[in-house]
């Protein structure tokens, strides 16, 4: 089995930073692209930014400039840094990997979620 592990997340002033990471463990072969997306109340899961096992990265247009997703493949980790946070950033943040367990064996995972909430 493979776990996805989330930290990071809390209360925020708007202009604010925070730090997610997020951790995979368990019978892993290899990770693959891993990545972070969000879903605010009433409003559908969206992608936020994901990087891929060679270090290039993609953002939505909501978080370009601000965020910036990093990855340590040693630790199988992924890390969100996001600075002048707005309070439309506020959602649950979650991570999601793409793991194969063997080489013929590939699956989606995805952390528990992670509360970020971003006061005016």
């Known amino acids: 089995q493979v776990h996805l592990v989330e930290s990071g997340g809390g209360l925020v002033q708007a202009g604010g930073s925070l730090r997610l990471s997020c951790a995979a463990s368990?019978?892993?072969?290899?990770?693959?692209?891993m990545g972070w997306y969000r879903q605010a109340p009433g409003k559908q899961r969206e992608l936020v930014a994901t990087?891929?096992?060679?270090?290039?990265?993609y953002y939505a247009d909501s978080v370009k400039g601000r965020f910036t997703i990093s990855r340590d493949n040693a630790k199988n980790t992924v890390y969100l840094q996001m600075n002048s946070l707005k309070p439309e950033d506020t959602a649950v943040y979650f991570c999601?990997?793409?793991?194969?367990?063997?080489?013929?064996?590939?699956?989606?995972?995805w952390g528990q979620g992670t509360q970020v909430t971003v006061s005016s």
């Open positions: 368990g019978s892993i072969f290899s990770v693959n692209a």
């Open positions: 999601k990997a793409v793991i194969a367990e063997t080489w013929s064996s590939v699956s989606d995972y």
């Open positions: 990087i891929n096992s060679r270090l290039s990265a």
